[in-house]
């Protein structure tokens, strides 16, 4: 038996989902966690996104990494790259050449959090999670743990307008 | 927000905004109005002139464009402890304290008066990729609340569900937070 559950509001104003693969955005643009800060950034510019989810090797959601992380991380690199910078004018002997910067990946730069729901979860569980957790967006995960969607607030203000 | 039963659709911005708002001066420094936000927690304010109509919005997006509009200036003296832990306090240090808020907040602002249906805030959300809309007196542009898409979404989940099977299968939804490293 499928579970099939609806909120009632008024007939104006209906949200016009089931589950929670009704409301999300399928196959939304991830980042490996393994990928640089540069190729985030790069993504993030291409896109025109604000932040992805962050997955593992097999698929599966282990974070989110925003615009804001990695431009914080910029001025923490050029905080580091202007203090090498003189550091190396005093430098007295070869002993002391300052060590290059690794490049940071995207999983360490990441907030590693991650709220899912499963794709059959009703709508109004949905909500009241994010409401609950005060959280702007959700995963969607497939019952391997895979990630196959995102909802946000704004998808499920998509499906809450009038019906015309 | 107050704790009403009535109808979704019959909800006005009045009855499901946020009446506790900080509001910025447009001529407070981008630092003062991070130390303002932090203090408060909140992630966006109104922007006020000097007879208290808003006319704009300080976000934290548009404090990220304040940090890529001026690189940031590398301060010796500064230790490594000082480094931003979050978008707030990238300002602090960072940027030149003469910036205004003025300078960086997104002008224009969304503006609905108390009446405002909860469809109708959602549209204009969806319309103008907004998270947030001011509830201001209309007539004098002074705001009177705040609603977040949060505060719409708050809305619907004390709607009460009806199911239109009447044995619904109880599939406990796979829902957690998990932190990465803990497996």
């Known amino acids: 038996m499928t579970l099939t559950m609806t909120l009632r509001t008024e007939a104006q104003l209906n949200l016009v989902a089931e589950t929670a693969s009704d409301l999300m955005v399928p196959n939304p643009i991830s980042l490996r966690a393994e990928a640089s800060a540069a190729e985030a950034m790069r993504l993030f510019t291409e896109e025109g996104i604000t932040a992805a989810p962050v997955i593992d090797e097999s698929g599966r959601p282990v974070g989110v990494i925003s615009r804001s992380d990695l431009l914080i991380h910029k001025c923490v690199e050029q905080k580091q790259h202007d203090g090498e910078y003189f550091r190396e004018a005093s430098i007295e002997s070869v002993d002391d050449v300052p060590k290059p910067m690794i490049p940071m990946t995207v999983q360490e730069l990441m907030t590693p959090a991650v709220f899912a729901v499963s794709e059959d979860t009703p709508v109004s569980r949905v909500v009241s999670d994010m409401v609950g957790l005060r959280v702007h967006r959700l995963f969607v995960v497939a019952e391997d743990g895979i990630l196959v969607g995102i909802i946000t607030t704004m998808d499920v203000l998509k499906h809450l307008l009038p019906d015309d | ?183």
């Open chain 2, 1 to 183: 927000m107050e704790n009403t039963n009535r109808p979704l659709i019959s909800l006005r911005a009045a009855d499901i905004m946020s009446r506790s708002i900080v509001m910025i001066p447009r001529e407070m420094s981008l630092q003062g109005a991070a130390r303002l936000l932090t203090g408060a927690g909140v992630t966006g304010a109104p922007v006020i002139d000097d007879q208290g109509r808003c006319i704009g919005v300080l976000s934290a997006t548009d404090f990220m464009h304040s940090v890529e509009a001026h690189q940031p200036h590398a301060n010796p003296s500064r230790s490594s402890d000082s480094m931003p832990h979050c978008a707030w306090q990238i300002p602090e240090g960072n940027m030149n304290s003469c910036l205004c808020v003025a300078d960086f907040m997104t002008i224009d602002p969304v503006l609905v008066g108390p009446a405002t249906p909860i469809g109708e805030l959602a549209r204009m959300m969806m319309d103008a990729h907004i998270h947030r809309i001011i509830v201001a007196d209309m007539a004098t542009h002074r705001p009177l609340g705040i609603v977040s898409s949060m505060d719409i979404l708050a809305a619907v989940a004390r709607v009460d569900e009806v199911p239109r099977i009447d044995e619904p299968e109880c599939h406990e939804p796979h829902v957690g937070v998990f932190m990465a490293g803990a497996f």
